[in-house]
Structures are given as structure tokens and as C-alpha cells.
């Protein structure tokens, strides 16, 4: 299956056989894709292997991802960013490498493989937390191809183990908590690292 966004219609279909499961049903989701206008209100499906939101004014319209081309999650609260919190996702697209401005208008994005970003948003904000955890679980289950050797050249994830091996002393160093974090990249690990430290910069 390709990279990006696409339309799916009618209740999620689950891929049983192959070994997918839902993991949570969210009603009274409102979906933001780029910037197109906010559409609601929906049902979020999350299953292990894909983020599918179907509306609730018409059962035929709806999107799906799968969590590999979801390269970024993180809750946002900033009304700087947009207006109400939300989970922000990056998705990538088979149209990255054309230097695609998302920013472009409401026309050019209306094909879902240019579409580089969606926000989910809850009716119940304070369900963004356990979303953004199933999220984290869902993108574990579903590493890049070459994850585990970049994982290896990074070493930027410690278990306890290894922290009390490290230097406590060395001049700044920083405890990454994966459970502090502000956001979660499956296998992008230089993005994630960026939006840790912006979030310890603004402390």
C-alpha cells in the first residue's frame, strides 16, 4: 500500500487475518487535513495498523492512513499553532521529494496524496493524552524497514540500565524520558529530537 492519505468509505474494514486489531474507537472527532476547512464531526478508528476517521453526516466519507506514513505525532495546546488542541500528524507523501508546499491553496490540496498534515480533534480534549499514547504504542508496532539499524547508529533511546552506565556528570546532559516526550516519530529520530528541544527551550 502507498504512502499518504486516501479515502475509504463505509464502517473500517479490519484486516484480522493478517494480524490487525482495533485499538480504540473515539467518537465526536472533528478532522483538519492541511488547510482545509475543519470537517465534523466524525468516528476515529485506530487500529494497529492504520488511523481511519469516518463522518457522521456521511457514512461514505472518510479517510485512512497507515501508521507508516504517519512520521510525526504530538498533542498540541498552542493556540498560536491552532486554535483549539488537537493531535498533529505529519504524514508522508509520495509527492515529498516535489518540495510540495502544504501551505498552498485550498484547490491544490484537494489531492490526498499532496496532503503532508492532519489534526484530529476531540469534542473531549482531555482524551488527547491517552490518544497520543495509542498512537506511540501503534507506531511501535509498525517500525521503518531500516529502523533498527538507525536506532543503533543514534542510540538516543536508554533503558535504566544503560542511564546508570552513562557519565552524570557530563557537561549537558539531558534525560530523554520517552513518557516527558512532546512528540513521537516513527524512525524520523533527528524531527523528534528537534521538537524536544524546542519544548526544553521554551521551559
Not at 478532522?31 to 485506530?46: C, E, F, H, M
Not at 493531535?87 to 499532496?114: F, G, K, P, R, V
Request: hydrophobic share 30%; net charge negative.
Amino acid at each position: 500500500m502507498g504512502l499518504g492519505l486516501r479515502e475509504v468509505s463505509g464502517e473500517p474494514v479490519i484486516d484480522s487475518e493478517n494480524g490487525e486489531e482495533l485499538m480504540r474507537v473515539q467518537p465526536g472527532v472533528d478532522i483538519a487535513l492541511a488547510n482545509l476547512p475543519r470537517q465534523s464531526p466524525g468516528t476515529l478508528y485506530i487500529t494497529t495498523k492504520q488511523v481511519i476517521w469516518v463522518s457522521d453526516v456521511d457514512k461514505n466519507k472518510g479517510y485512512a492512513v497507515d501508521f507508516l506514513s504517519i512520521s510525526l505525532h504530538a498533542v498540541s495546546r498552542d493556540p498560536d499553532a491552532y486554535p483549539v488542541p488537537c493531535l498533529y500528524t505529519q504524514i508522508e507523501t509520495e509527492a515529498d521529494e516535489e518540495d510540495h508546499d502544504s501551505d498552498n491553496s485550498d484547490s491544490e490540496c484537494q489531492d490526498l496524496s499532496m496532503i503532508s498534515e492532519m489534526r484530529l480533534i476531540p469534542s473531549d480534549p482531555t482524551q488527547l493524552d491517552s490518544l497520543f499514547q495509542i498512537f506511540c504504542q501503534c507506531a511501535e508496532l509498525n517500525p521503518e524497514p531500516n529502523d533498527e539499524v538507525e536506532e543503533e547508529e543514534h542510540d538516543w533511546v536508554f533503558n535504566t540500565d544503560q542511564m546508570e552506565d552513562q557519565d552524570e556528570d557530563e557537561e549537558g546532559y539531558i534525560s530523554q524520558n520517552p513518557a516527558n516526550s512532546l512528540g513521537h516519530s516513527n524512525g524520523h529520530h533527528d524531527l523528534a529530537r528537534t521538537v524536544l528541544e524546542v519544548g526544553c527551550s521554551s521551559n
